[in-house]
């Protein structure tokens, strides 16, 4: 059996008790949202000075020539990135020329899926229903069945093979790169051919473009394993970052932000600098949006029990609830403003007066918008029967 079903019903009293627990939670989400924003501000600022500083400096080179005159400076050098030794996975006697070879191994497991829907009952209680489904599916890292729900019949093997990469180093022209510049590069790399590779090798039969262990290819059973091999190959490459001796190593930003930025083909520096401007920014408002929603969810525990309590009948809990979504938002508009203000007033003034406008314009809005709302749903004013009849003429 691959699906389970499991009810839970919580009381009146619990729910109360547990929503209280969740101010504590909710206070402890705002201060780690208040933080994680400060430090991502913090951060992305500091990776556009150094980016900043950076591209004022960097000098293209004409050629993949050494000369001591760029030494300890931002470069940026195009040319043949060759490897210094051919590379090889011994055990399973697979070899490349290319800068790095990668081994993915995969194995056919089980996996839980666990799915939960809850619903307020009449009387302020909550009915849980959980339900647990396992599948089947190739994964690259093992799942340990041991913590299943119903771990019966649903038992993987360990994985016995496991993924492993090779590295060489390698010289553009002059220069040296390290084993630790080459695993910089992307390794998405290129399938390899395993036509070399014999037809069967420790316990693996060789399909031309992976090995594989198990009865049958196309009914994979639990515990078989499939391999495929890829690699970062040799070419033509641009590199930026700084020589030193001869090697090529991170430039060192004034505030100590080392970067070492790789593309493939030849790509130019303002090109190379544009990507990583908007890589920031993304990134940037990526965690903004986590640290935002963090601290929303940490006004609405604190707001947890007003819906609670008025859950003893469910359509108005879900009003309560409404509303405390409203004044989170509201809270979360302002107070996350002013926290992602302060972290750029010291480098970017003007910029931080314009977060803070827009945070308080945009409170102030969801608040004209919250009053229209009610104004709307509100009945209008009934006139009082004790009122004086306007005077006949």
């Known amino acids: 059996m691959n699906h389970f079903t499991e009810t839970h019903n919580t009381g009146y009293g619990e729910n109360i008790g547990n929503s209280f627990k969740g101010i504590l939670f909710g206070f402890f989400l705002i201060i780690a949202s208040i933080f994680l924003l400060s430090w991502n501000e913090n951060r992305s600022i500091n990776q556009t000075l150094a980016l900043e500083e950076m591209q004022s400096k960097i000098v293209t080179l004409p050629d993949t020539k050494y000369n001591n005159k760029y030494e300890n400076i931002p470069l940026l050098i195009q040319g043949d990135v060759l490897p210094q030794k051919e590379l090889q996975d011994t055990q399973f006697q697979v070899k490349s020329d290319g800068l790095s070879l990668h081994r993915r191994v995969a194995m056919y497991q089980w996996r839980e899926k666990k799915t939960t829907q809850s619903r307020d009952k009449l009387g302020g209680g909550t009915e849980t229903i959980t339900t ?143 990507e990583e401007f908007s890589s920031n920014t993304i990134l940037t408002w990526i965690l903004r949006a986590v640290g935002l929603l963090l601290m929303f969810f940490g006004f609405m525990l604190i707001m947890g029990p007003l819906a609670t309590f008025a859950n003893v009948v469910p359509m108005f809990g879900s009003l309560v609830e409404g509303a405390s979504a409203l004044v989170a938002g509201v809270l979360t508009l302002l107070l996350g403003s002013i926290v992602i203000a302060i972290a750029w007033f010291a480098s970017r003034p003007l910029l931080s007066l314009a977060i803070i406008g827009v945070g308080i314009g945009l409170t102030m809005l969801m608040g004209r918008f919250k009053k229209e709302k009610v104004a709307k749903t509100s009945p209008p004013p009934r006139r009082s029967s004790g009122a004086t009849p306007p005077p006949r003429r």
């Open 132 to 274: 647990y489904d396992y599948v089947k599916e190739w994964s690259t890292k093992g799942v340990e069945s041991s913590s299943f729900r119903h771990p019966e019949e649903h038992k993987n093997p360990p994985m016995t093979v496991n993924a492993k990469s090779f590295t060489s180093d390698a010289n553009i022209g002059d220069f040296y790169l390290s084993e630790n510049i080459i695993n910089h590069f992307s390794n998405s790399g290129n399938p390899i051919s395993l036509s070399s590779v014999p037809n069967e090798i420790d316990g693996f039969n060789n399909h031309q473009t992976f090995l594989y262990k198990g009865a049958d290819i196309n009914t994979p059973a639990i515990g078989d394993i499939k391999i495929t091999y890829t690699q970062t190959p040799k070419g033509v490459y641009s590199i930026v970052g700084m020589a030193k001796d001869k090697s090529i190593v991170p430039y060192l930003s004034q505030n100590e932000k080392d970067f070492l930025f790789i593309r493939v083909g030849k790509v130019s520096a303002n090109q190379i600098f544009q």
